[in-house]
């Protein structure tokens, strides 16, 4: 069984919004024109408090885009995005929602950020993602979604990990692109076992 993942189409990684991701409202039609070849339709949605870690806002002295050291790993510090709540966190209003069963809310614990639709940045908090997906019978997952770089490149490894095939649509995917980052994830992707596909193959 097939399950349509669309990660984070949400106005703030759309042009105009907090943290927009170049041509993000781009996928929003080929997105919307898989819909029906589904019986199975989750979305994630990035869902951040004021006072979230990742918002470089909340770090004396820190800028957008520079990195710090946490426990964990590695955060890139990112503008106020997705804030519980505020029109920014909104799905964008041309994407079609109505066949969504299930939204995974992601990134609302302070202390951890979460790019995964299944696991926090901790690599250990679960979201139930996978445990909604195995109950239902689902085997293989498409991914569309924003940001190809984040959200994407680690909703498909943490997939391929736990075993699901894994279809990434291309054209219904864009990134952010630091420092090169968007060629990067395709290769780790790609060396991980993902399958590319077009939406207008499936
Ligand atoms: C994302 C950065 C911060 C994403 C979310 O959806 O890719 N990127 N929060
Ligand atoms: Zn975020």
Redesign the pocket.
Known sequence: MRALVM??I?ND?CPGGA?A?PGGDEIIQPTNNLLSEFDCIVQ?Q?W?PQDHL?FASNHEGKEPYETIELDYGEQ?L?PD??VQGSEGAAFHPDLETNASQVVVRK?FRKHI???SAFFENDNETVTGLHGFLQERGVDELFVV??????????TVLDGLKLGYKINLVEDAVRG?DLNGSVDKAMQEMKDAGVNLTYSKDI
Request: proline residues 0%; hydrophobic residues 40%; contains cysteine.
């Open positions: 990660v984070d949400q990684f943290l991701v994630t990035d951040h990742s890139v990112w995005h997705c990134g950020d979460s790019y979604g924003l940001a190809t770089d984040f959200c994407v490149k680690w952010i």
